[in-house]
Every structure is written in structure tokens, then in C-alpha cells.
């Protein structure tokens, strides 16, 4: 449904319709928005990385987190997952074709961070 704006007397507008789904803005935040979840998929645009390795770069984050954001991001086919080896288990994540898509937004949202002293 489109929304209808209405601008009063002090060109304020107003909202006079609200769309009943999420706006492509807010589905696009529900995939990249969750925390760690950019951040992963910019340390995985130089090529396939190592559980531990990433939880390395990731800093503050728990390895519960990441394992758990790399779970979403898998299921929502931004990454890969590959097991090296069974003993000790290894495993290498990998961005997908689709995860490359976001790495433009990202490197947006960088440049402006940066440009913007953030």
C-alpha cells in the first residue's frame, strides 16, 4: 500500500496512510542490521576465513555471537559454511555471490562514517 502524505499549514507532513508491511528499508536492516552481521560479511570479501580467525578480527564479540550471527547468515544465503576438517573440527565461511551484493552498501556506509567523522 502506498502511503499518502499530507502537508498542514506549516509544511509539516504528515503520515496519513501506514504501510501494514515492513518498508524495503527496514527488511533490508532485519538481513544486514543485525549486530556483527556487516561486520562479518566485510571480513569475508577478501576470500574464505577460519571460525577462529574471525572471531579474532571481530573483536568484541562473544564466539557464541558469531557462531550465531554466521547461523543467520548462512540460513539467509549471505555465506557458506565448510567443514576442513573433523578432528579437530575446522571450519571456513566463505561470502556468497549474494553476500557480495551488500558489500556496495557497506562500503557506502564506510565512506560515510568516515567522511562524517563517526
Not at 506549516?10 to 556483527?36: F, H, T
Not at 550471527?69 to 549474494?98: C, N
Not at 557480495?100 to 557497506?106: E, G, P, Q, S, V
Request: hydrophobic share 35%; charged share 30%; with cysteine.
Amino acid at each position: 500500500m502506498k502511503n499518502t502524505i499530507k502537508t498542514n499549514s506549516n509544511v509539516k507532513k504528515i503520515n496519513l496512510e501506514s504501510c501494514e508491511e515492513p518498508c524495503l528499508i527496514e527488511r533490508g536492516m532485519r538481513v544486514l542490521g543485525g549486530k556483527w552481521k556487516a561486520s562479518i560479511l566485510w571480513h569475508l570479501k577478501d576470500g574464505p576465513v577460519r571460525f577462529n580467525e574471525l572471531s579474532r578480527m571481530l573483536g568484541g564479540a562473544s564466539k557464541k555471537m558469531v557462531d550465531q550471527r554466521l547461523k543467520e547468515l548462512e540460513s539467509q544465503g549471505l555465506v557458506t559454511r565448510e567443514v576442513i576438517s573433523d578432528r579437530p573440527i575446522a571450519v571456513a565461511y566463505e561470502i556468497t555471490d549474494f553476500g557480495r551484493t551488500a558489500l556496495d552498501i557497506l562500503e557506502k556506509l564506510k565512506d560515510w562514517t568516515e567522511d562524517n567523522g563517526l
